[in-house]
């Protein structure tokens, strides 16, 4: 099974700030990440899809980057809506696989 | 608008059994691929099942093959997941999430999802 790791796993930061998540995977995953923002008590929302295609009705302030094996999510100005956790996702090797999550907090 | 409503959720007892669903609207139900994810209290999110819409293929993590069955009715818009043998390490929500294509898993848009508790 393909391991996916995030880093950091908790960020502080202030609204304005730029923002950067790192993904890694534990082999070759070519394009074929996404990424997903879950606020507290509701459902994911896509945010990125193939490492950097921005899912329909996502502001331009996400954006993502990478292939292979190494991945990042960019928030270029956070705002109070982007506080939240913060998952990466392989789609191409069954089983797929989830990030542990990067939580964004203040 | 693309909808999905999942149900069937509750409590039940290890060994037990359970039927999800989830009725999907606003899109072509038929030509999309469908996935299941849990997330279990405070944790993060796992990848459980899909099924194809193009060839009706199905796949699923590894500790759930065997006893988890995903299914489709096309007729009826709806999304299926049977669980049997049901353990308390099952216990999570559950979101039913449509692919972006027949054969393209990428979970564009996800259910509110359904809640299941195994326990004695």
């Known amino acids: 099974d393909i391991q996916m790791t995030q880093s950091p796993s908790t960020l502080s930061a202030s609204v304005g700030d730029r923002v950067t998540i790192t993904c890694r995977a534990s082999?070759?995953?070519?394009?074929?990440l996404a990424w997903f923002r879950q606020k507290p008590g509701t459902a994911p929302q896509a945010l990125i899809f193939?490492?950097?295609d921005l899912a329909s009705g996502v502001p331009s302030r996400f954006s993502g980057s990478g292939s292979g094996t190494e991945f990042t999510l960019t928030i270029s100005s956070l705002q109070p809506d982007d506080f939240a956790t913060y998952y990466c996702?392989?789609?191409?090797?069954?089983?797929?696989?989830f990030g542990p999550g990067t939580k964004v907090d203040i | 608008e693309v909808k999905l409503l999942e149900s069937g959720g509750g409590l039940v007892q290890p060994g037990g059994s359970l039927r999800l669903s989830c009725v999907a609207s606003?899109?072509?139900?038929?030509?999309?691929?469908m996935n299941w994810v849990r997330q279990a209290p405070g944790k993060g999110l796992e990848w459980v099942s899909s099924?194809?819409?193009?060839?009706?293929?199905?796949h699923y993590t590894n500790s759930v093959r065997g006893r988890f069955t995903i299914s489709r009715d096309n007729s009826e818009n709806t999304l299926y997941l049977q669980m049997n043998s049901l353990r308390a390490e099952d216990s999570a929500l559950y979101y039913c999430?449509?692919?972006?294509?027949?054969?393209?898993?990428?979970?564009?848009?996800w259910g509110q999802g359904a809640l299941v508790t195994v326990s004695s």
């Open positions: 082999q070759s995953i070519d394009i074929w």
């Open positions: 999430a449509k692919g972006f294509r027949s054969a393209s898993y990428y979970a564009d848009y």
């Open positions: 099924i194809s819409g193009s060839d009706g293929s199905t």
């Open positions: 996702h392989q789609y191409t090797h069954f089983p797929f696989t």
């Open positions: 193939q490492a950097s």
């Open positions: 606003g899109f072509a139900f038929s030509k999309y691929a």
